[in-house]
Nanobody
């Protein structure tokens, strides 16, 4: 059973930084895509960023230039470096992965990020 576990969320002041981490376990299949989505209170979940196994990245317009996604394929880990955080970035951040040739999608349970003075 594939499991994704996030860490690194918390409370930060506007303009601050946080680094989220996610570790995938329970599979020997390739993680073709890993990424982060977020869901703010009262809003739909939205893509933040993703990265392919070859390192190609994709970002939501709202985070371009502020967030950086990276991954360590040897450790099945994906990271999200978040800089210049704004109150509108407040949300629960979810890690996900597309696993194996069937591209089965798996999600973590989320880690909350709150940006407030």
């Amino acid at each position: 059973q594939v499991q994704l576990v996030e860490s690194g969320g918390g409370l930060v002041q506007p303009g601050g930084s946080l680094r989220l981490s996610c570790t995938a376990s329970g599979t020997d299949f390739l993680l073709y895509v890993m990424g982060w989505s977020r869901q703010a209170p009262g809003k739909q979940r939205e893509l933040v960023a993703d990265i392919t196994i070859s390192g190609r990245t994709n970002y939501a317009d709202a985070v371009k230039g502020r967030f950086t996604i990276s991954r360590d394929n040897t450790r099945n880990q994906v990271y999200l470096q978040m800089n210049s955080l704004e109150p509108k970035d407040t949300a629960v951040y979810y890690c996900y992965a597309e696993v194996g040739v069937s591209r089965g999608e798996y999600w973590g349970e989320g880690t909350p990020v709150t940006v407030a003075a």
